[in-house]
Nanobody, 125 residues
Framework: QVQLVESGGGSEQAGGSLRLACTVS????????MGWFRQAPGKEREFVAC????????YAGDIVQGRFIISRDVEKNMVYLQMNSLERQDTAVYYC??????????????????WGQGTQVTVSS
């Protein structure tokens, strides 16, 4: 059984940084397109960033381009989201997801193979 467990959320001031981690068990991170979504109160879930199976292709949403960086550690079977220059609008629950499709389906699709339980990120001014 595949499980995704997020960690690293918390509270930070605007301009600061946080690093989220997603620990994957049951399958290798290289078996899936891995990535992050987020959902703020009263808003739709939105794509944040993803990384493909080889680890050579990464894609980030426009709203986080240049600020958030996705990476992975194949040996530890973990995926990370380094969040820099945090803004108040980054406040949301962040979810790790795994998809057996492509980057395109990961970004645009609503269904994914596996989800984590989410971790709260709160940014204050």
């Amino acid at each position: 059984q595949v499980q995704l467990v997020e960690s690293g959320g918390g509270s930070e001031q605007a301009g600061g940084s946080l690093r989220l981690a997603c620990t994957v068990s049951g399958r290798a991170v290289s078996d899936y397109v891995m990535g992050w979504f987020r959902q703020a109160p009263g808003k739709e879930r939105e794509f944040v960033a993803c990384i493909n199976r080889s680890g050579f292709r990464k894609y980030a949403g426009d709203i986080v381009q240049g600020r958030f960086i996705i990476s992975r550690d194949v040996e530890k079977n973990m995926v990370y989201l380094q969040m820099n220059s945090l803004e108040r609008q980054d406040t949301a629950v962040y979810y790790c997801a795994a998809d057996s499709g492509s980057i395109a389906t990961f970004v645009t699709g609503s269904e994914h193979d596996y989800w984590g339980q989410g971790t709260q990120v709160t940014v204050s001014s």
